[in-house]
């Protein structure tokens, strides 16, 4: 058997300094811990230890001011990051000084020993970034993430780990969580963050100007083409192309990108010159893209070309713990001088946010903006969030206004941002979509009598029997 591994460990807190010591003995691995980064580098330059988790913020010596230190007396170190502050940047700039890893506070022990074993498993290779001088951090951070949650910590992670790469990613996650959000800051921590960032939306393009939109077009290459236009593929180059709502790529389109991919150029419509892709592709969806695929509506081989590296954003409902946060960001945000009393914050991470962050930001920002006074009450909160989930209603008679306020809010949530173009259609799909089921529901109540549920839902019995058939709704016998 090999000597067991030793790892040094840093944190000031001791309680911290306890738990993984035991977690790490219990895996049969020798530990050193202290608290403070003088001792850590001290034992490292006499040349102890296999493995260093450190924090970052220690009384005197700063983790990841450390690791620079580290490698110059040992450059073959493995150095793990643990922290809960400022995540997003913090982990860049770990991984930037060259950490090899990133672990979020507080962390589940199975996710360090795994972390641990990967770090021991792996030979540090020194990556020079002739762009990043040492000591200085790349990032722009015109985005600002907030969120401490454990999901979130790890996309900070799988973020800061990408920041040299070009891979792909597949952003999911229902609406209003943050895809946009995660996908600009993909590219402002990327070493292409110089370059452009460019955004097309899948769902707000009609299905035949897809490929002029993605690749461009001459001019006078169909009717429509008054001018060339060059298309997003170029408006893109050396930058990052973020495919938004690619779930909703129709079949030609995705045969079209998956070509241009595998073969890295492409031809604007009506033109006869190849030109050589140069973006980086960051799609993302809130469609089940898995079901797609199943369902035969999205293309297997183009899914795993932009799923190389998959992130998935959880509804805000299972993270609430970045609800307090996440108002404070955007109340300070808007410039209002405001303070949330703090039943009024409780009841905010108590409500399910169907719209998720879009539909927490608009509410905080209505409510910072409505009212004089510097603290918004609970009560305030409330009148709020009734409007957006408007309480059962006694009588059919309130049932219009009720619906009525949960589908605007509904369609601000989701397609508050769509283009009036991408929602062609719009009326007969809601209608459909909408009337079956209250056909059906409606039958179940009247076990299937037609005449009384043509008279509760007011309409004339030849219209229901003619619904009932064309939207194939099943009669009892
Ligand atoms: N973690 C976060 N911190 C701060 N602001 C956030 C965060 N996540 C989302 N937001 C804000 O919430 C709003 C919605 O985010 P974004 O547009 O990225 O979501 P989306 O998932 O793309 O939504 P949709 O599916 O509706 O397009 C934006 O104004 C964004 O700035
Ligand atoms: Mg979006």
Redesign the pocket.
């Known amino acids: 058997m090999t000597a067991a591994k030793t790892i040094l460990v840093a944190d000031d807190d001791q309680s911290v300094r306890t738990v993984l010591t035991q977690a790490l003995k219990r895996a049969g691995y020798g530990v050193n811990a202290t608290g403070d980064g003088a001792t850590l580098y001290k034992w490292v330059a006499n040349g102890e230890g296999d493995l260093v988790i450190t924090d970052v913020l220690m009384p005197g010596e700063n983790g990841i001011d450390l690791i620079p230190k580290i490698h110059g007396r040992r450059p073959d170190m493995k150095v793990i990051v643990m922290s809960a502050q400022n995540a997003l940047t913090t982990a860049v700039s770990a991984v930037e000084r060259g950490a090899m890893d990133f672990l979020p506070k507080p962390f589940d022990i199975d996710q360090l020993l795994e972390t641990v074993g990967n770090a021991l498993r792996q030979t540090r290779v020194l990556v020079r970034d002739d762009k990043t001088p040492q000591g200085t951090t790349r990032a722009h951070n015109k985005t600002?993430?907030?969120?401490q949650s454990h999901a979130?910590q790890n996309i900070y992670r799988t973020i800061a780990h990408l920041t040299n790469s070009d891979l792909a990613v597949l952003i999911s996650?229902e609406?209003?969580?943050?895809?946009?959000?995660i996908a600009r800051a993909l590219h402002e921590f990327s070493r292409r963050k110089n370059g452009p960032f460019v955004a097309v939306n899948m769902a707000a393009i009609p299905k035949e100007l897809i490929e002029s939109e993605l690749f461009g077009h001459e001019k006078g290459a169909f009717t429509g083409a008054v001018q060339k236009f060059e298309g997003r593929f170029a408006q893109g180059a050396g930058g990052t192309l973020f495919l938004?709502e690619i779930g909703d790529m129709p079949m030609e389109a995705q045969t079209r990108l998956l070509r241009v991919l595998q073969e890295g150029e492409f031809t604007p419509v009506g033109g006869r010159k190849a030109v050589k892709t140069d973006v980086r592709i960051v799609a993302?969806t809130?469609r089940d893209m898995h079901r797609l695929v199943a369902d035969g509506k999205f293309r297997h081989d183009l899914y795993h070309r932009l799923n190389v590296v998959p992130i998935r954003i959880p509804p805000l409902r299972e993270r609430r713990e970045d609800i307090p946060a996440?108002v404070q960001?955007f109340v300070l945000s808007s410039g209002a001088l405001k303070v949330f009393a703090t039943e009024a914050v409780a009841a905010l991470r108590d409500f399910p946010w169907p719209g998720n962050?879009?539909e927490l930001?608009s509410l905080v920002r209505r409510l910072a903006a409505l009212h004089a006074y510097d603290v918004i009450e609970l009560a305030d909160v409330q009148k709020e969030l009734s409007r957006l989930a408007p309480p059962a209603p006694d009588s059919a008679a309130e049932l219009p206004r009720a619906m009525n306020d949960l589908v605007t809010a509904h369609f601000d949530a989701?397609y508050g941002?769509v283009a009036a173009e991408g929602l062609s259609g719009l009326h007969d799909l809601v209608v459909s979509a909408v009337e079956k089921p209250l056909i059906e529901w409606v039958l179940s109540r009247t076990e299937g009598n037609q005449i009384k549920a043509a008279a509760a839902l007011g309409i004339n019995r030849n219209t229901l029997r003619v619904k009932i058939r064309q939207l194939g709704i099943e009669v009892r016998k």
Do not use: C, N, P, Q
């Open positions: 600002f993430i907030v969120g979130m996650g609406s209003g969580t943050g895809k946009e959000i938004d993302a809130h996440l960001h962050i879009r930001e989701h941002h």
